[in-house]
């Protein structure tokens, strides 16, 4: 009996001790979810905000992707608050049972961030749901408009499933494919999938996915294809209804492997073709003298009929007169060294003559861009300042001037050909135009893209000494352990990006003495080696997006330092005193969520761009009274009177001086320091500020290179300005409206008691306000989410350059322009290019009489359907409508309400039908 008991005595002990074990277990996991959802919750709120402002433009629709994250984000929260009134209502051993519902949340959460991380663009542009036409050169040649032809024929053809189009490089295998993809995008109303499974280590769940998205009835086309790519691994597209596959690559060989059933070769240009093209890219008439005439010629056959290399020689030669200028290129095209065989090695010849003709610095820049991998879209912004930081660009000038010359190079290497334009802010290289670019490094630059190259080298490649400059573009993690190390004594610049690494010992800078240029950006770096303060010739220190990274070493030896960018990064604080031991430091960025060191910033005597935060306006104005003895030019500033662990590094294409300012009270500050050369002014969340915004103006000492206003989140601010102040403008235009007559873009969001843009306009203004004065520079104007505003309150006279009008989810918004009486029939908006009218369910005029918009593109209209009638006006006898008018684009759901719509002649509606499409938003 007694061991009876003691085994009971032992089992209930065992139990009470599990009990108590999960309980503290359970506290533990609660604790862990709820510091782990707070940070997804920050995240969703900055994602969800950013998307917000983007869609403010018309042109951005986020992801669908992102949107359903964002969903999920929001089922997880109702799901967490649910869990925490389970654990403090239910009883004790219901408790014990949440255990395990409260770690399987935890995993969500966790998945929910990872799968954040791998987002790209948050955004897709409106156009691209569609797809977007891409940019094409003109394609030159019968053969050309023949392979266009048959292309064509081949997809209208049930029998062909998949076509392959091949020949050498630089033919134009690529340019023919975009044609294609362009003219299906014109024939046909299919959108375009836009899916990316970069994120999804599995083959069969990306074919499942690719699967899901794809559906029936799609063209997938596959550019520069070097290997046979199994199709099973691609969700085996060809198996649906009515798919094709269309290829491009230099091999015939493989387009048999890969089974196309209808195979293109793209050859190169006739003579007279080649002529044509050269004579094009040279952008004039070839009205020279006979002699001069027949060298151009004869150049343009060095070319042998390639497109690639008529367009780069053609480019590097464009603008030139001189017959001695032509006559000495063509002699070194024809040195006999540079003669080769293979057709290939003859493209090499003519790039590299034109490489030869570029200047120094440019030669610089353009090598530079090697580093990237292979068909790698290249951003300009960092491309740009990469130039500078790496000395190609004169070391002498400005900050502000070696960003125009870095851009100027940038401009020129795309017009002559060595480097693609990839959109407005990206460029790309050609994998010809990369490979010669190399080939002229001599093997001292080098890109590895995967983590088995870089230990095999580390390991085995003695060659490596006389690297120059690496770049460690692995798409995979990377960790370089202890003992590892480069023997690379002359490399002066070294990039590790894409995600890579994770890990990096001391041993793996030790022999990198000469190392001047370490970048890591976007990196999974969690801490730094304490050896890089060894470096001591460093230059620049790029860190910004290692969003892991939370400290960093003492680098008090690197006396040299000129650039140093924390951007983004998990840094808090720097150690104090640090920006001190940076005597020659010109560039510096730090993360929002850290407060600049305004007193150690003060003291940088070289610095020429700063970007960070500050606490409050008074801190602002310590840092621009600096600016008035210093040479600073760059600036972007937040100004964030909050927690700061609510904070983002947003990304800023126009690095133009900028200052936003968050939660801040005005009330008892000095803003005059807001007119200290900003471009760009933010104001969020502020308090203080009277009921007409203008009166912030005023006090402000002639700010006028303030470009950019955006106010969002005000209670007080009930208009722009009043009518008064309007009779002012034209009294005392000095004195008042200087910062009205530059502004050029106004963006008003969740102003809950706002008005109107002018309050008082329904008044008659005698004499009326001079135009140069009042919104005379004025483009874009936007207003979101503005509901006791009844009437817009835009002059009908005062906007000469106005280009366009978004205004959105105004509840009580009646009408947009108001015309007095006598002010005429027609108000004319020379330039409006946009009108966007989006959610306003009591919209009834957009303007109480006819609009002339000789300039006007596009029209999109969603839920307005109080609206009557579109205030267009076009000559009623024309057989066509506005001849800028490409698009109007209105929500499938008011199909009806648009076929209602009334019109001052009845051949309106027929003649603008055409344009109209309906969109599911």
Same mark, same amino acid.
């Given at each position: ?37 707070? &940070? ?14 983007? *869609? ?13 994250? #964002? ?67 003109? #394609? ?39 044609? =294609? ?6 024939? +046909? ?19 499942? /996915? ?44 493989? +387009? ?8 293109? $070769? ?16 040279? *952008? ?18 060095? +070319? ?32 006999? %060294? ?17 490489? @030869? ?7 610089? +820049?353009?090598?530079?861009? %090697?580093?990237?991998?292979? @068909? ?17 660009? @004169? ?38 135009? /990369? ?40 798409? @995979?993690? =990377? ?83 000129? *650039? ?19 005597? #020659? ?30 606490? !409050? ?74 009921? %007409? ?5 005023? $006090? ?11 106010? $969002? ?18 009294? *005392? ?7 009205? %007559? ?58 000469? !350059? ?22 005429? $029939? ?28 000789? &300039? ?66």
């Amino acid at each position: 009996m007694d061991s009876f008991f003691s085994k009971l005595w032992e089992k209930l002990g065992e139990y009470v001790s599990d009990i108590l074990r999960d309980k503290i277990n359970l506290e533990s996991t609660l604790e862990t979810l709820e510091q782990d959802f707070s &940070s997804l919750s920050n995240k969703a709120i900055d994602i969800a905000e950013a998307i917000e402002k983007a *869609e403010l433009s018309g042109k951005k629709k986020r992801k669908r992707e992102v949107e359903e994250w #964002l969903e999920q984000v929001k089922m997880i929260e109702n799901q967490i608050r649910t869990l925490e009134r389970e654990v403090r209502t239910e009883g004790f051993l219901r408790k014990f049972l949440i255990g395990d519902q409260a770690v399987q949340l935890s995993a969500s959460v966790n998945k929910l961030v990872k799968q954040s991380r791998h987002f790209g663009e948050l955004l897709v542009d409106v156009s691209k749901m569609r797809g977007e036409p891409l940019l094409t050169n003109n #394609l030159f040649g019968k053969g050309f408009k023949e392979n266009l032809k048959r292309i064509w024929n081949s997809l209208k053809s049930d029998k062909v499933s998949s076509i392959g189009i091949y020949g050498m490089g630089g033919v134009g295998k690529t340019a023919l494919a975009k044609h =294609i993809q362009n003219i299906i995008l014109e024939k +046909c109303q299919e959108k375009r999938v836009c899916l990316d499974i970069s994120d999804e280590d599995s083959e069969d769940k990306r074919a499942a /996915r690719l699967n899901r998205a794809i559906g029936n009835n799609f063209i997938l086309i596959l550019d520069d294809v070097w290997q046979n790519i199994c199709l099973e691994k691609l969700g085996d597209p060809l198996h649906f209804s009515g798919c094709k596959l269309i290829l491009t690559t230099r091999s015939f060989e493989l +387009c048999c492997r890969m089974g196309c059933q209808e195979k293109i $070769r793209v050859k190169k240009l006739h003579r007279d073709e080649a002529w044509d093209l050269f004579k094009q890219i040279l *952008e004039q008439d070839i009205a020279l003298a006979p002699e001069i005439e027949e060298i151009v010629k004869n150049m343009a056959k060095v +070319c042998d009929g390639l497109p690639l290399g008529i367009i780069v020689l053609a480019g590097s030669m464009r603008g030139e007169t001189s017959i001695e200028v032509w006559r000495n290129q063509l002699n070194k095209l024809r040195d006999p %060294s540079m003669v080769q065989d293979d057709e290939e090695d003859k493209v090499f010849k003519v790039l590299k003559y034109s490489f @030869d003709r570029l200047e120094e610095n440019h030669k610089g +820049c353009f090598l530079r861009c %090697s580093l990237y991998p292979e @068909d790698f879209i290249i951003w300009t912004e960092p491309l740009v300042n990469e130039f500078i930081s790496e000395e190609l660009v @004169d070391k002498r000038k400005s900050r502000r001037s070696q960003l125009d010359e870095a851009h100027s190079i940038l401009n020129k290497l795309v017009k002559i050909g060595l480097l693609e334009s990839a959109g407005s802010h990206d460029v790309k290289m050609h994998d010809l135009v /990369r490979a010669m670019a190399l080939k002229i490094t001599k093997r001292k630059y080098m890109v590895i893209s995967d983590s088995w190259s870089l230990k095999k080298i580390l390991i085995e490649g003695d060659w490596i000494k006389d690297l120059e400059k690496v770049s460690l573009m692995c798409k @995979d993690v =990377i960790e370089i352990p202890d003992g590892m190390s480069m023997v690379c004594p002359n490399l002066t610049t070294l990039i590790c990006g894409q995600q890579n690494p994770k890990l990096i010992s001391d041993s793996f800078f030790s022999r990198l003495d000469n190392l001047c240029f370490l970048n890591l950006s976007g990196s999974k770096i969690r801490k730094l080696p304490n050896c890089l303060s060894n470096l001591e010739k460093l230059k620049s220190l790029d860190f910004s997006y290692c969003q892991n990274l939370v400290d960093i070493p003492d680098l008090g030896k690197l006396k040299k330092l000129k *650039e140093f960018n924390l951007c983004a990064t998990a840094i808090t604080k720097l150690p104090q005193g640090l920006l001190l031991n940076f005597p #020659l430091l010109e560039v510096l960025r730090l993360p929002y969520a850290m407060k600049a060191p305004v007193k150690e910033i003060v003291s940088l005597k070289c610095l020429e761009e700063f970007n960070g935060r500050v606490e !409050n306006v008074f801190d602002l104005n310590k840092y621009f009274r600096y600016r008035k003895s210093q040479f600073l030019s760059i600036f972007l500033i937040l100004v964030f009177g909050g927690d700061s662990k609510h904070c983002n590094d947003a990304v800023y294409r126009d690095r133009g001086n900028r200052v936003d300012v968050h939660g801040c009270n005005f009330a008892n500050e000095d803003l005059s320091v807001l007119a200290h050369d900003i471009r760009y002014l933010g104001l969020k969340d502020c308090k203080g500020l009277s009921n %007409s915004l203008l009166d912030l103006f005023p $006090r402000l000492n002639k700010p006028c290179s303030l470009k950019f206003l955006d106010i $969002r989140h005000f209670q007080e601010i009930e208009c722009f300005l009043d009518n008064e102040l309007f009779l002012m403008a034209n009294l *005392e235009p000095e004195s008042r409206f200087l910062p009205l %007559s530059n502004l050029e873009e106004i963006e008003l969001v969740r102003l809950p008691n706002f008005i109107a843009l002018v309050r008082g306009i329904g008044a008659a203004i005698q004499p009326p306000p001079p135009q140069e004065i009042v919104f005379s520079s004025l483009r874009i104007l936007t207003i979101f989410d503005c509901n006791r505003m009844r009437k817009l309150g835009l002059p009908s006279s005062a906007f000469p !350059n106005l280009e366009r009008i978004i205004t959105g989810r105004c509840n009580e918004l009646e009408e947009i322009i108001e015309v007095q009486e006598g002010e005429g $029939r027609v108000v004319s908006l020379p330039k409006l290019k946009e009108l966007f009218l989006w959610e306003l369910p009591r919209l009834k005029s957009i303007c109480n009489t006819t609009m002339s918009c000789d &300039s006007i593109e596009r029209i999109e209209l969603m839920i307005c359907p109080e609206l009557k009638e579109l205030p267009l006006y076009f000559d009623p006898a024309s057989p066509s409508p506005p001849q800028t008018l490409k698009e109007i684009w209105v929500s499938k759901e008011d199909k009806e309400w648009w076929e209602s719509l009334e019109w001052e002649h009845r051949t309106h509606s027929h003649l603008l039908q055409p344009l109209v499409h309906f969109a599911s938003w």
